[in-house]
């Protein structure tokens, strides 16, 4: 259940007003589209404590559908990776508190040195938000 929410400039819902992100992948921000789960992609990297305890057998997928599960989420696919990230994950989260809570909760337990959590956008209200503003802004010089 989302809660109560207004419209930003982009058109997307907000549970609290915060800006629209401004780098790619430095938002650790989820939206709810009235009442619609928010698609998020998670890309991160295992601390080496962690890298060892996946050695070990530790099933990560059972423990990411756990977590998502414990916001009202789901997962749609965990991807073990080769590259700048150890693993993908991509899910639904209800809301933006059940997406921050889930990051902080990770975060906290120190098993990941990077975590980069990405948001579905809309990207018609995007773009009508970004036409309106190109109407009004002068650039310096």
Do not use: W
């Amino acid at each position: 259940m989302a809660a109560k929410a207004s419209k930003d400039a982009c058109g997307r819902y907000r549970k609290i007003g915060q800006s629209v992100p401004l780098e790619l992948l430095s938002s650790h921000e989820t939206v709810t589209f009235g009442g619609t789960p928010m698609k998020v992609t998670i890309l991160a990297n295992y601390a080496p404590h962690a890298a060892k305890g996946l050695m070990q057998g530790s099933d990560r997928q059972a423990a990411v559908k756990a977590l998502f599960e414990s916001v009202g989420g789901k997962v749609s696919s965990v991807m073990f990776t080769r590259g700048i990230y150890d693993v993908v994950v991509n899910g639904e989260v209800p809301d933006q508190a059940a997406g921050m809570g889930l990051s902080l909760a990770v975060r906290a337990s120190g098993s990941l040195t990077e975590m980069v959590v990405l948001e579905e956008l809309d990207m018609k209200a995007v773009l009508a938000a970004a036409n309106k503003a190109a109407g009004v802004y002068k650039p310096a010089g």
